[in-house]
Each structure stands twice: as structure tokens, then as C-alpha cells.
């Protein structure tokens, strides 16, 4: 359902595909391939990596995804940092950053919708005409934006979200000569955009708090994409 939901993603225009989870085992069906397949047709392509550290804090090592799609597309690690119980920066590691070329899951994505490498100089980093300034501990602070009154969560209850419904079964049997019509209102979301991938059911476990509440995963790094661009 992943390699379809991505080819899906790409067909309706989509700029970069960032796959917000951690793949780091073999599909138990013998999927990986299918999906790897899948990416490298997609191009622009991002899946989740994690930085590991022990507990006196020094690096041990990155967790990739399995070799397979590892290969086949970009990697990006969603370490976030803690202040107190609370999720609200992203910390750079240059020396990580330089021996292994594994950027913030987030950075990466910006700089691929740009189409740039990122860059740390003098405690700033840089995308393109993006420049940030960081704090002594290279952490890149999160700008939650609001959300409307009645919202609580980015991806379920404002236009932001789209379902993997919506992009997988409801667009399945839509005849290619027919496809541009159909599937107008989803290209007006996605087309020419980033577009986040992320569990938010209440299996994955993915939801964090953060100083403005709970937020899943999969908006972490796109409040973290919004602060960048703003």
C-alpha cells in the first residue's frame, strides 16, 4: 500500500514525498522491494533514519531503513530534543552531519524541494536563500503555528490532512484519460508540494507533547518545515 501510495502521490504532483516512518526491519510480506521500486520511479523521495545514542549520551550509530530502500531513496533522521517532558527543537550534529551525510528529516526535505544541499556555517544554517540562525547547542527552535479553534490536530481536522484513503482506493479504478478531472481538488493540495506521509492511528504511538500540546509525529516535522519557511 506504501509503493502505491507514493506512485499515487507523485502522479497527482507532488514535489517531494517524505515517508515519516521507520522501516527499518524487512517487510513481513516481501514488500520492501516492490516499494523501493516504487521510490526510485518517484524520484525526490525521503524515509525516516534515527540517530542512536547511548545512555552517558555519546553516538553509537544511525538506524537506517533496511539496505533495500535505503538505496533508494534520501534519508533523514527525527531526532527531536527535550526540554523538560516537551518536544521543541531540532538539534543539529555536525560532526554526524559531515562522517555520515544524515541531515534532520525535516531539513532534508526543505533543501530537496529547493533543490540544494544544505549547509552549516558559523552556527546558521543554510537552504538555499534560507538562513536560520541556531543556538549554542546547534538546536533549531519549532514554531508551532495555531491552529483554528476547533481544531486539535494538523493532519485530522483541518484541510492540511488528507487521508491515505482518499489517494489510495478512492483514485483506483479513475481511467487515465479521465484522471486530470477526477482528481482535480487533490492536485490543487498536493501538486508542486511537499507532501508528509505519517501514521497518526492509535497503534503507531506516534504523538508527542510539545509547549502548545499533543502533536503526532508527522506534524512535528512539518511545523518544523513551516518554521523553516517562515
Given amino acids: 500500500d506504501i509503493a502505491k501510495l507514493t506512485t499515487n502521490i507523485k502522479k497527482l504532483g507532488a514535489e517531494v514525498i517524505a515517508l515519516d516512518m521507520l522501516m527499518d526491519f524487512p517487510n513481513g510480506y516481501g514488500e520492501d522491494p516492490i516499494l523501493a521500486e516504487a521510490m526510485e520511479k518517484t524520484g525526490n523521495t525521503i524515509v525516516v533514519a534515527q540517530l542512536e545514542f547511548g545512555s552517558d549520551g ?19 533522521y527525527t531526532n527531536h530534543t527535550l526540554i523538560g517532558n516537551k518536544l521543541s527543537r531540532v538539534r543539529l550534529f ?12 525535516a531539513i532534508k526535505t526543505l533543501a530537496m524541494y529547493k533543490g540544494v544541499d544544505p549547509k552549516l556555517e558559523d552556527g546558521q544554517l543554510i537552504i538555499g536563500d534560507i538562513i536560520v540562525p541556531l543556538d549554542q547547542f546547534n538546536d533549531l527552535w519549532i514554531d508551532f503555528p495555531s491552529l483554528p479553534p476547533t481544531a486539535t490536530f494538523l493532519a485530522k481536522d483541518t484541510p492540511a490532512g488528507i487521508s491515505a484513503a482518499e489517494v489510495l482506493f478512492e483514485l483506483e479504478d479513475i481511467p487515465d484519460d479521465e484522471w486530470d478531472e477526477e482528481t482535480e481538488d487533490l492536485q490543487e493540495l498536493i501538486r508542486g508540494k511537499i507532501v508528509l506521509v505519517g501514521d497518526t492511528s492509535d497503534v503507531s504511538h506516534d504523538i ?20 523553516l519557511m517562515n
Fill in 58 to 76: 555519546k553516538f553509537k550509530g544511525v538506524n537506517y531503513p533496511t539496505e533495500t530502500l535505503k538505496v533508494a531513496a534520501e534519508n533523514g
Fill in 94 to 105: 555536525p560532526k554526524q552531519i559531515k562522517e555520515h551525510n544524515i541531515w534532520p528529516f
Fill in 208 to 227: 508527542f507533547s510539545t509547549p502548545i500540546g499533543e502533536v503526532y509525529g508527522v506534524e512535528l516535522i512539518a511545523d518544523t518545515i513551516y518554521t
